[in-house]
């Protein structure tokens, strides 16, 4: 299974040619400003994560739909399956938790006697 992201094209369709262009029709028209370094990510790029907020920001401001920016070839091999749920685990596994490293044991001592 291949995901071709087609955000570049997109945005080449309607006129726009640089990232600056798309970031400020998303401030005009939704109020949504995105750093820089997140539209050149998103316009160079396959992006690896995607938030559906986002997803439909593009959407509305480019007037398409997740299919016009994301196509997705659906021949698949067995080699190509596993790549691809071997990506999945990858992404989504914890990261392993830290070993505790033990110095010396501590003793308890009993407390001082006070003599009155």
Known sequence: MKITWNLRMLC???????????????????????????????????????????????CAVLDCTPNDLLKIETAITAQGARSLVEGIIAVNQPNAPRRRRRGPKKRLTPPPETHI
């Open 12 to 58: 080449a369709e309607k006129g726009l040619w640089t990232g600056a262009a798309l970031n400020r029709r998303l401030r005009e028209r939704l109020g949504l400003s995105l750093t820089s370094q997140t539209i050149s990510n998103l316009i160079s790029k396959n992006p690896k994560r995607l938030s559906l907020d986002v997803l439909l920001a593009l």
